[in-house]
């Protein structure tokens, strides 16, 4: 049995089916961990989700950003759509609700053994076994029937830190703010979530999350996605893993018992920022 961790899909089905091929994936046999945002900007979104819920326990996906603001548009809480949002065919099909169920039903942090896989990152402040006890919390309010209402209070970029006294919405909010949405921090490790581009081009007094170097992430190896203009990058402790593939570049798998590199390119799918 192989585990391959692969990048953001975002309803890239045609890229993820070469790349499968590419790697010999056997379902029931090999398990491919997915860093979230399985759909949203790529042409094939409704069929992608379906395909991945289709693998079963041959696929571990955790919720992204874009997968999260279906879910509050499902939900009723957001009605923002953008030209560029492809999400409408999934809600308008049949097996719309079915879909959804499924994947609101999706954890936000997976951790198996030495790996830890989240969709953005983690603060500096939080250890992953905290990290993981965190996760759980928001998803046992996104599988409750109360779902939707929890939803309409996700949005926002306050608070920017976190501290243990925080409660309510505003503890969740940081949670999914960091492993969904986040790429810097702040040199006192407040969530920056304006700042986008290349690590290289960092505005003065922002890090890149990673940067802060935990040690007590040393037991874990983690893996994420999100940062299409970081790309691929084997950091040792940290695989990120989004290599951009709707915005036409190439979609990445890592081989996690070798660290093996796969790569598949992809057509120019989008041609808005990167979110």
């Given at each position: ?218 037991s874990h190896t983690i893996i994420c996605g999100h940062w299409s203009a970081l790309g691929f990058r084997d950091m040792g402790q940290v695989i990120s893993l989004d290599s951009g593939c709707v915005w036409g570049q190439c979609l990445t798998a890592v081989r996690l018992q070798d660290r093996q590199v796969y790569r598949t390119a992809c057509p120019q799918i989008a041609s808005l920022g990167e979110d």
């Open positions: 049995m192989a585990d391959y961790a692969i990048g953001d899909l975002q309803g890239c089905l045609d890229p993820f089916l070469a790349l499968l091929k590419q790697i010999h994936f056997q379902p029931g046999k090999d398990r491919v961990w997915l860093v979230g945002d399985l759909i949203n900007r790529g042409p094939q979104s409704l069929e992608t989700l379906r395909y991945v819920k289709s693998l079963g326990e041959s696929a571990h996906a955790v919720l992204g950003n874009h997968d999260l603001f279906f879910l509050a548009v499902a939900a009723g809480a957001s009605t923002r759509l953008s030209a560029g949002d492809t999400i409408s065919p999934i809600l308008e099909a049949p097996d719309a609700e079915e879909l959804i169920d499924w994947l609101r039903h999706r954890p936000l942090m997976y951790v198996n053994h030495h790996f830890a896989m989240v969709h953005a990152g983690l603060l500096p402040a939080w250890t992953v076994e905290t990290a993981h006890k965190l996760a759980r919390e928001v998803e046992h309010e996104l599988q409750s029937p109360d779902w939707k209402v929890f939803l309409r209070h996700l949005f926002g970029n306050k608070p920017d830190n976190w501290h243990d006294g925080l409660c309510g919405w505003d503890r969740y909010r940081v949670v999914i703010n960091a492993m969904t949405r986040m790429r810097f921090i702040t040199e006192d490790g407040r969530i920056d979530l304006k700042s986008k581009g290349p690590l290289e081009n960092a505005p003065v007094g922002l890090k890149a999350w990673f940067a802060a170097k935990n040690p007590a992430w040393a």
